[in-house]
């Protein structure tokens, strides 16, 4: 890189990045994280414009030729000669279709769960970090020993159990399925955030620049909020990236107990629980779209945390390392 | 000496720690006039740093300040509330850092961690703080200062990094700018020029200086009086010059000895022996007593008090002025 003279005898670099760059310039370096960060692309677009892509209605059931009988195998055709790339289900739905309609669901659910974990989190972590050695840090912190005691499906399990299966009426208000979900796995996700989240506030408070903003006459609040948020940033994405592949899990695994989405809601979950009967009557194709699509989601999501992780700051992958 | 600026009387700090009781400070008081330049000096631990924290107020748990005065134009700043210690700070008291890297925050351009403490304090609107922060730079001989305005931390120089870090040490005008250790992680020319930029604000804006430092030759440059700190207590102060010319105490004299001359003679440098002690557990009598070649039964048994054996002098050593043994 071309280094330039200048006054005062000391030189710069002549080429300025912004961070964002700077970023860009790490990660793409890293190429799991870029074909992760890829799957997760290709996920987005799938739930995205799943209208679109999907051949068919999802909850719609089809029938049958003559001589065959529902699941049917990939590329076959039902009465009326519809084509069938990846098959159809017991009832004789598109699979391709309600696969895509599940991803949707899927990615629904993780993001929107993660997005209120983080938030919740964020929250009782930096509160706790901030009031550091006060009883309002015992009570938040204690919180989060006695939830992540649990194992984390037990707890979602235990909460959709307290909720009970389906909408919920609060109040006036009324949580629609999909809604109460998330903000189950939200609940169950966000000690993690909050721990994660204590520890970058106490690590951040004692940098110096904390104590030369002190210096410049900056109040702790005016310090928490102003300085110390923005740096924990990096570290919450990435812990949030890599939750996300584990929200994906969990949500998939509360539709396959029968506790998370509810037929004929189209659910990735859900299908690998209806595959499950006819796994021995040789329907593999009904096992694998769901459970591939699954995993696959999970890898990427796997992928770009790791990726995002060393390349948002190389400090931070020593600090983030579960 | 001119109108006195800052008055320490009898300053005790302590740090609580699980180990014992830490006497960072020990009931030391020391003078600064308006624009004048003390010099702090001594080794790491003898409380330089613990005391300009105690005049900022900044003293954590578990540390405390236990007793004294601190007198800034006047006013007890211990006596100060903590909404009106904030006016203070960064305003009429600025403080610079040793490590610049880490002294500015890394997620922040320079331009907006200047405009914050021009926010803060001056008020001003947006475009204001932005000029004023232009200026600041220019001040402090940052080249092109519209554009390094918008540039991070990461991207400036270590040099340029103290310089940003002094532009917004003196962006309220301050009277009192206190410099711990500010150019310990930089070489040699360039604290040539820092000091050379600090000696220039001084006087454009009349600050009067406390500079924290463990090298004697940048006091004997930048400063006009010196003191000499040693296990939490001051143990002499003098003028510069008069410091130089006739040293007092036995640890000056052993700080000054380790000083390569400019002509060359000596093979080997001296060295003080032995340790500094431990704050926790200090020796009876005099502190410096373990490692003193002239000490003798009295220091052992008694502490030396802080006497002024001549104006604008103190030393605390039962044998001051005495030749070496």
């Known amino acids: 890189m071309a280094k330039r003279y200048v006054q005062g005898g000391e030189y710069e670099l002549g080429a300025h990045r912004s961070l964002l760059q700077e970023f860009w310039h790490n990660f793409k370096k890293n190429k799991l994280s870029l074909a992760g960060g890829a799957i997760v692309l290709l996920y987005a677009i799938m739930a995205i414009f799943a209208p679109l892509i999907a051949p068919y209605n999802p909850v719609e059931q089809f029938d049958a030729p003559r001589g065959m009988r529902n699941p049917m195998p990939p590329l076959s055709r039902d009465v009326e000669g519809r084509l069938f790339l990846l098959g159809t289900d017991k009832f004789g739905r598109d699979i391709l279709s309600r696969a895509i309609y599940g991803t949707r669901t899927l990615l629904e659910l993780a993001v929107g769960s993660i997005a209120i974990a983080m938030v919740l989190g964020v929250a009782m972590g930096a509160v706790a970090g901030y009031k550091k050695g006060t009883w309002v840090d015992e009570l938040i912190m204690r919180t989060v020993d006695i939830m992540l005691s649990f194992p984390t499906l037990v707890l979602a399990i235990a909460l959709v159990g307290a909720f009970g299966i389906g909408s919920v009426k609060l109040g006036p208000f009324t949580l629609s399925n999909l809604v109460k979900i998330m903000l189950v796995i939200a609940i169950t996700y966000s000690p993690r955030f909050a721990r994660v989240m204590r520890a970058v506030v106490l690590q951040e408070m004692a940098e110096d620049y904390v104590a030369a903003a002190k210096v410049t006459g900056a109040s702790g609040l005016r310090i928490l909020t102003r300085e110390v948020l923005v740096n924990t940033i990096p570290t919450i994405i990435v812990q949030g990236s890599l939750m996300m592949a584990t929200t994906v899990l969990t949500s998939a695994s509360l539709s396959f107990l029968g506790l998370g989405l509810q037929p004929p809601r189209p659910s990735l979950g859900l299908m690998l629980n209806e595959a499950r009967d006819y796994l021995f009557w040789g329907a593999w194709w009904y096992v694998i779209v769901p459970g591939g699509l699954i995993t696959l989601a999970i890898l990427g999501f796997n992928l770009l945390g790791d990726g995002l992780r060393d390349s948002l700051d190389p400090r931070q992958a020593r600090r983030v390392r579960r | 000496m001119s109108e006195v600026l800052l008055s320490i009387e009898n300053l005790v700090t302590r740090f609580y720690t699980e180990l014992g009781v830490v006497r960072a400070v020990d009931g030391n008081s020391l ?151 500010p150019t310990t992680a930089l070489d040699v020319t360039i604290e040539a020029q820092i000091f050379e930029l600090v000696e220039g604000l001084k006087q454009a804006f009349g600050m009067g200086t406390f500079l924290i430092t463990h090298d004697l030759s940048v006091v004997a440059t930048f400063c006009d009086r010196v003191v000499i700190m040693y296990a939490g207590k001051i143990v002499e102060e003098a003028p510069v010059t008069e410091l130089y010319d006739r ?36 020796p009876p009598g005099c502190n410096f007593s373990p490692r003193c070649q002239q000490a003798g039964e009295r220091c052992w048994r008694e502490e030396p008090p802080l006497e002024a054996p001549a104006p604008g002098r103190r030393v605390a050593c039962w044998k001051a002025g005495e030749p070496d043994g």
């Not at chain 2, 700080?255 to 500094?276: A, C, F, M, Q, W």
Request: hydrophobic share 35%; net charge positive; proline share 6%.
């Open chain 2, 247 to 282: 040293p007092l105490h036995p640890y000056t004299r052993g700080l000054l000895g380790s000083i390569p001359p400019l002509e060359g003679g000596k093979d080997r440098l001296d060295s003080i022996p032995g340790e500094v002690p431990d704050l926790i557990n200090l």
């Open chain 2, 31 to 181: 003078q600064l006039g308006e624009q004048e330049s003390l010099g702090v000096v001594g080794e790491s631990g003898s409380g330089k740093t613990v005391t300009a924290l105690s005049v900022m107020r900044l003293i954590e748990n578990p540390g405390r300040i236990e007793g004294g005065r601190i007198l800034f134009r006047g006013e007890d700043l211990l006596r100060k509330t903590e909404r009106q210690m904030r006016a203070i700070r960064g305003k009429d008291i600025a403080m610079v850092f040793q490590d610049s890297l880490s002294s500015l925050n890394p997620t922040l351009t320079i331009g907006e961690q200047i405009c914050r403490v021009l926010k803060f304090h001056l008020g001003l609107s947006h475009r204001e703080r932005w000029q004023r922060a232009v200026e600041l730079l220019a001040q402090v001989g940052i080249p092109e200062p519209e554009r390094r305005v918008k540039h991070y931390p990461h991207q400036f120089s270590g040099g340029m990094r103290q310089r940003a870090l002094i532009a917004m040490a003196i962006s309220c005008s301050p009277q009192l700018l206190i410099l711990d250790e």
